[in-house]
């Protein structure tokens, strides 16, 4: 069984950093790429950052672009990203997920998703 457990959200001040973990079990993570997304109340899910399975490849939203950084231990099948500069309207539910379709930024090439973790940027 596939599970991705994300953590590491909470309430952040504007200016300040947050760093988000994904854990992955039931599957080979290199295999698949992984991204992350996220949603805030009222809003659909949007694409934030995503990085392939050997790592060699990154992508980000133009939003989020030089402000957060994903990375990923394959030996630890686990995903991270590093957000900096955080802004209030960055606050949303982030949500890890492992796909394999090569569609990176879209929703529907993720078969997996994890249970989301709040982040909260106050200004």
């Known amino acids: 069984q596939v599970q991705l457990v994300e953590s590491g959200g909470g309430l952040v001040q504007a200016g300040g950093s947050a760093r988000l973990s994904c854990a992955a079990s039931g599957l080979s993570s290199s295999r698949y790429d992984m991204g992350w997304f996220r949603q805030a109340p009222g809003k659909e899910r949007e694409f934030v950052a995503s990085?392939?399975?050997?790592?060699?490849?990154?992508a980000y939203s133009d939003s989020v672009k030089g402000r957060f950084t994903i990375s990923r231990d394959n030996v630890k099948n686990t995903v991270h990203v590093q957000m900096n500069n955080l802004k209030p309207e960055d606050t949303a539910v982030y949500y890890c997920a492992a796909g394999r379709s090569g569609l990176v930024a879209a929703v529907a090439s993720y078969a997996y998703w994890g249970q989301g973790t709040q982040v909260t940027v106050s200004s």
């Open positions: 990085i392939s399975g050997s790592g060699g490849a990154t």
